[in-house]
């Protein structure tokens, strides 16, 4: 068995459905159902036994220590969090409940639970941090990428909530010897992704005819990686990472946000052409830029390709076609997701930001 936080989110329900679909050992999912968590992600696992799905908190100790006892799982890999760092700034507390309380008594049930583990069973166990690049802040236009050595310098509550739970996962390797691994990874973008998101967004405010919110003068850089990519990486350092490392993980595909509103109107041109005969790109609007917002991140993975051999596999081409694709046969899935709550975020965010 493997523990799987967040397995309802974005980024976890691709890993769980890619897991199994791998023929990975059964998961027992332990998610909170936030606003983005979306059991509907994993209805195709809806009548395979490999699946146990338990709503709960990862700050909740009790539960997380009886689920550890009841399943005995030879790794826990942490995706659970708060993740969007517009919400951060409007309502940080989510954030360091979660992100570092959250962590926190995680860590607390795992370190139990391994402490207690013998032989093969203690040596093999695995608890695995999913982080991300913002942890290090901001770089200038010149900068060499973010490589596993570079400062933390978080900038917005969502980064400094992830790096304080970084330096948690550290801390508990250093001063225990709890074997850990982190994976800071960049943007990444595919299917069962939360449309307050850019790629999301843009796809279907694009699709409703609604103006695209380019935040400020849309030059700031991301590094883009497929989700997929993102899952098989995630996999790689499960199974040979090195104790107490962390692994950076991107696409080597830096771009300003223009350029990736753009790519996303010239596809919907192309396979979803409007109507009047418009193009998409005139629903572009710059907007109010973000607080705080970091112009650049880059990530440097020679470190992961070097030891464990991993490497994208998905160009930006490919994994964007696949990408919109995905959104335009799923519009039920979008309906479903744009509740009240997603309609009272856009409308406090977005109000604010024009
Ligand atoms: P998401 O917001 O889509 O999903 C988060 C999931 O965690 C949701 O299912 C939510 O219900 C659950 N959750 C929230 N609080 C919880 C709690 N207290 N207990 C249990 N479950 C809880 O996020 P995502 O984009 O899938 O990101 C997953 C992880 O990957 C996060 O740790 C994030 O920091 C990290 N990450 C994300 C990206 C990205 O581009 N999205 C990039 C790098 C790293
Ligand atoms: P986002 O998807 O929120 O990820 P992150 O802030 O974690 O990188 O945003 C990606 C980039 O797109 C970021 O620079 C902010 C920008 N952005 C917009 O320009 N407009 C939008 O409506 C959103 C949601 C983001």
Redesign the pocket.
Known sequence: MIVVTGGAGFIGSNFVLDWLAAGGEPVVNLDKLTYAGNLENLRSLDDDARHVFVQGDIGDQPLVESLLARYQPRAVLNFAAES???RSIHAPGTFIETNVLGTFRLLEAVRGYWAALAGPAREQFRFLHVSTD?VYGSLAPQDPAFSEQHRYEPNSPYSASKAASDHLVRAYHHTYGLPVVTTNCS?NYGPYHFP???IP?IIVNALAGKPL???GD?Q?I?DWLYVGDHCSAIRRVLAAGRLGETYNVGGWNEQP?IDIVHTVCRLLDELRPRGDGSRYETLITYVKD?PG?DRRYAIDARKIERELGWKPAETFASGIRKTVQWYLAHGDWVQRVQSGAYREWITTQYAQAA
């Open positions: 969007h760092v517009d913002e943007n307050e998101k850019l967004l919110p380019v935040y849309g700031q991301r946000n973000r917002h």
